[in-house]
C-alpha cells in the first residue's frame, strides 16, 4: 500500500476515534438502607446529583440502583460516595451488583 494511502487511513481512523461520543456506562448498585418509598428517593437524587449522571434509576423493591453515567466524567466510586453521604431517614450505603 502507498505510503500516502496508509496515512489517511491512520487520519480517517484518528478523526473517527475523536469524533466518537462518549459511551455511556450502566452500573447496578445494591443499595442498603432503604426502608421505604422516600428513602429511594433521596438515594435517587443524590445520584442524579452527581456530575456525569445521565440517569439514575432507584428501585425501593428491588433495593437497587441502576445508573447511566458518562465514564469520562465520574466514576462508580463517586456514586457509592453520593449514596453514603445522601441525607435522609436513615444511613445508606451501596455496593455494585455482580
Ligand atoms: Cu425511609
Known sequence: MPRIMVLSLLALVTVALVAAPAKDATVTLTVTGLHCEPCADTVQEALQKVK?????KVSYDDKEAVVKYDPGACK?????KA????????????????
Open 76 to 80: 462508580v466510586d463517586d456514586l457509592l
Open 83 to 98: 449514596v453514603r453521604e445522601a441525607k435522609g431517614m436513615s444511613k445508606y450505603d451501596a455496593t455494585v451488583k455482580k
Open 52 to 56: 456525569g449522571v445521565k440517569e439514575a
